[in-house]
């Protein structure tokens, strides 16, 4: 199993539709959760950390489940301009300290 | 703005040749990283330095070396390319990493023939 599992995509959503990813972790002893984003050919930026209590910035929504040790992506009023590929990334606890990324879900918002 | 510069966006190199892929960040930060990102795989994380001339493995150190001789310039060495090194490699900085906010270049595309 996959440390880090995403949905597999791509995406195809129309313009103003709400979308959500969710990615699963298997390390019960994650600390700390994040999701980047990746434009075609481009490198991956922090999009947003994702707090226990759940976190928004403007049509972008993180939760994190611990129980079932899942997080979620959610983006409301989709735009063109979301086209991407978002990544999970896990940063695990203990000695290893490492950052683990997710394969990406390919989200494309059409006209 | 942190800016992350790898040397070289494209390289196409022979099976056997020696390749340097070199990285400087204008932040200060301590900590610099090697991924390799294909398809299906994600980012794996080759080598990291949290100090000049400290290095330390990451999953996939086999076939690679490193060198951190000044605190802004992290280099990835291949010391005999191979075909199966073929793949994007991504330059990666931060302050500090408990935050998890890594700052990466624009990638270097690497083809072994």
């Known amino acids: 199993r996959k440390e880090v599992e995403q949905d597999p995509g791509p995406f195809n959503v129309p313009e103003g539709a709400t979308v959500a990813f969710n990615c699963t972790y298997s390390?019960?002893?994650?600390?700390?959760f994040f999701w980047y984003r990746q434009d075609c050919r481009k490198e991956p930026k922090l999009l947003m950390s994702v707090y226990s209590s759940g976190n928004e910035d403007g049509r972008f929504t993180a939760q994190l489940n611990r129980a079932s040790q899942y997080i979620s992506l959610l983006i409301r009023d989709s735009k063109l301009s979301d086209s991407a590929t978002y990544l999970c990334v896990v940063k695990q606890g203990g000695a290893t300290n490492k950052l683990i990324f997710g394969t990406g879900t390919l989200l494309a918002v059409q006209p | 703005d942190v800016k992350v510069t790898q040397s070289s966006r494209y390289l196409v190199k022979r099976t056997g040749e020696k390749v340097f892929l070199e990285c400087v960040q204008d932040m200060d930060h301590e900590n610099m990283f090697w991924y390799r990102q294909d398809p299906g795989l994600g980012l794996r994380l080759i080598y990291f330095s949290y100090d000049v001339k400290m290095k330390e493995k990451g999953d996939i150190p086999e076939g690679y070396s490193v060198s951190r001789e000044k605190k802004e310039r992290f280099s990835l060495i291949l010391e005999s390319a191979s075909t199966n090194q073929t793949s994007m490699y991504l330059c990666?900085?931060?302050?500090?990493?408990?935050?998890?906010?890594?700052?990466f270049g624009e990638g270097s595309r690497l083809t072994v023939l």
């Open positions: 390390n019960s002893a994650s600390q700390s």
């Open positions: 990666a900085s931060s302050f500090d990493y408990v935050t998890g906010e890594l700052f």
